[in-house]
């Protein structure tokens, strides 16, 4: 049974930047494709961003150029990076986890079997 925990949220205004992290327990990371979602108020969740087995990332259009994701196997973590920060990005973030090979891709990432409990992030002046 995998466990993840994300940590990192917060409060930042437009423009900041904030890195969210994931603990991940359980299993070898490696043995999964990771993600990051989010569900902003009344809105479904939206993948953000992926990373594969490969280390390939993936991510969506509105998040590319701001958005880092990466991974460290050495301490069993997932990251994101979050830069240029903008309203809209305000959400609960999630990290996720799957080990079928056919999810793979940020618009994938709600449908991972795994998923931590989020952290808040609020972009606001």
């Known amino acids: 049974q995998v466990h993840l925990q994300e940590s990192g949220g917060g409060s930042v205004q437009p423009g900041g930047s904030l890195r969210l992290s994931c603990a991940v327990s359980g299993d070898d990371l490696r043995r999964f494709s990771l993600g990051w979602f989010r569900q902003g108020p009344g809105k479904e969740r939206e993948g953000v961003a992926a990373i594969g087995r490969n280390g390939r990332a993936d991510y969506i259009p509105s998040v590319q150029g701001r958005f880092t994701i990466s991974r460290d196997p050495a301490v069993n973590a997932l990251y994101l990076q979050m830069n240029s920060l903008k309203s809209e990005d305000t959400a609960m973030y999630y990290c996720?986890?799957?080990?079928?090979?056919?999810?793979?891709?940020?618009?994938?990432?709600?449908?991972?079997?795994?998923r931590g409990q989020g952290t808040q992030v609020t972009v606001s002046s």
């Open positions: 996720a986890a799957d080990s079928a090979y056919y999810l793979n891709g940020a618009s994938r990432v709600p449908e991972f079997s795994y």
